[in-house]
């Protein structure tokens, strides 16, 4: 078994079992009333893979980017509790590459924004806090 770090290294008995995606499905809400990027990630779970519908703010309206598969992550190689994700959306303008992960119960979400279609706009980085709708109100 090849590593490139020491906890690469598991017992290969540690890896029968599959990934709890329980931690992942639902709503999540931007914790920032005031975003002017993604406002929501509806996150849902269906044979052992998830999907992503993303929904950010638009100029009078939500914009629906449609949904896309994700790659699943866990915190460590022998784990088997899904702790983040990574989903990509291609606009054919810009590329958009979401990385994700649960921390205090929170997704914390980092935006990869690529711009393709020669406008000039510089690449950008953002990270924003979402919190798992519950439905209450």
Not at 103 to 116: C, D
Not at 121 to 133: K, Q, V
Request: proline letters at 4%; a neutral charge.
């Amino acid at each position: 078994m090849q590593l490139a770090q020491i906890c690469d290294l598991i017992k290969s008995n540690a890896i029968s079992d599959p990934i709890d995606l329980s931690s992942l499905p639902g709503m999540w809400v931007n914790s920032n009333p005031d975003t002017k990027g993604i406002a929501r990630l509806v996150v849902s779970e269906s044979g052992g893979k998830l999907s992503l519908q993303t929904f950010a703010i638009g100029p009078e309206d939500l914009i629906d980017w449609g949904v896309t598969y994700a790659a699943i992550f866990t915190a460590t190689p022998s784990s088997r509790l899904a702790a983040g994700f990574s989903a990509q959306y291609d606009f054919g303008f810009a590329e958009v590459r979401l990385l994700g992960m649960i921390m205090k119960g929170l997704i914390v979400l980092a935006q990869f924004h690529n711009f393709k279609d020669g406008s000039k706009r510089a690449d950008y980085f953002a990270r924003e806090y979402y919190a798992l709708a519950h439905g209450r109100y």
